[in-house]
T-cell receptor, first 114, second 112 residues
Framework: DGGITQSPKYLFRKEGQNVTLSCEQN?????MYWYRQDPGQGLRLIYY???????QKGDIAEGYSVSREKKESFPLTVTSAQKNPTAFYLC?????????????FGPGTRLTVT | AQSVTQLGSHVSVSEGALVLLRCNYS??????LFWYVQYPNQGLQLLLK??????LVKGINGFEAEFKKSETSFHLTKPSAHMSDAAEYFC??????????FGKGTSLLVTP
C-alpha cells in the first residue's frame, strides 16, 4: 500500500526539550510539506521541500527545523524555541508531475508539551 | 497571495437535507481549488479538486462543488446528508511552491 506514515500518533514532552516528528512516504513524490493544526485555525504551513536537500520556510517556521536527506523522509524537529508547540502536526506529499497540486496527507501526530 | 475564506465555522443539517458549505477565494491568478475532509484525530482526505476545465466538479461520497469565477466562490454541496458526513471540511487554494493555503474549516454536524 502506498501512503504516508507519521509516527508516533501521540507524543508527550516536557517544556524545553526538542522533539522530532517522523514522516515517511512511499508514493515516490518529490514534494513534502509540514502543517500545524490548531482548533479553529485551519492548517498552517511550517516548511516544505520540493526536492532532496532543499527546503523552504512556510508561514510559521520559527521554532521549527527540518531536513530532507532522502526523498522518502521529511522529519520535523520542534525546538525549545517554539513558544506554543502543543498542536496536531500533519505531513503531506505531492507529485511534481501529473496531479502535482494534489496533496496526500498522513494520519498526523498530536504533540503535547507540558 | 492566494487565500480562501470559509463562511461559517459550524453548520448543522438534518439527515437527508441538503449540505452547503461555503468557500470564497482570493487569487491574482486562475486558482486551483480543493476541498478536503477530516475525521476526528485523522489526516485529511481529498474530496474533490478544480484545476481547469469543467466548472462543476464531482468528488467522492456524493459531494460536488461549482467554481464560479464571477462570484469568486467554490461552494461544496451534497443533495442528501448522511450521518457519516459529520466531519471537519477544509477549502484550500494552491499557493507558492505548490503548498496549499487552507481556510479555517467548517465543522458539519448531521442530526437524526
Amino acid at each position: 500500500d502506498g501512503g504516508i506514515t507519521q509516527s508516533p500518533k501521540y507524543l508527550f514532552r516536557k517544556e524545553g526539550q526538542n522533539v522530532t516528528l517522523s514522516c515517511e512516504q512511499n508514493l515516490n513524490h518529490d514534494a513534502m510539506y509540514w502543517y500545524r493544526q490548531d482548533p479553529g485555525q485551519g492548517l498552517r504551513l511550517i516548511y516544505y521541500s520540493q526536492i532532496v536537500n532543499d527546503f523552504q520556510k512556510g508561514d510559521i517556521a520559527e521554532g521549527y527545523s527540518v531536513s530532507r536527506e532522502k526523498k522518502e523522509s521529511f522529519p520535523l524537529t520542534v525546538t525549545s524555541a517554539q513558544k506554543n508547540p502543543t498542536a496536531f502536526y500533519l505531513c503531506a506529499s505531492s507529485s511534481q508531475t501529473g496531479s502535482r497540486y494534489e496533496q496526500y496527507f498522513g494520519p498526523g501526530t498530536r504533540l503535547t508539551v507540558t | 497571495a492566494q487565500s480562501v475564506t470559509q463562511l461559517g465555522s459550524h453548520v448543522s443539517v438534518s439527515e437527508g437535507a441538503l449540505v452547503l458549505l461555503r468557500c470564497n477565494y482570493s487569487s491574482s491568478v486562475p486558482p486551483y481549488l480543493f476541498w478536503y475532509v477530516q475525521y476526528p484525530n485523522q489526516g485529511l482526505q481529498l474530496l474533490l479538486k478544480y484545476t481547469t476545465g469543467a466548472t462543476l466538479v464531482k468528488g467522492i461520497n456524493g459531494f460536488e462543488a461549482e467554481f464560479k469565477k464571477s462570484e469568486t466562490s467554490f461552494h461544496l454541496t451534497k443533495p442528501s446528508a448522511h450521518m457519516s458526513d459529520a466531519a471537519e471540511y477544509f477549502c484550500a487554494v494552491v499557493s507558492s511552491g505548490y503548498a496549499l493555503n487552507f481556510g479555517k474549516g467548517t465543522s458539519l454536524l448531521v442530526t437524526p
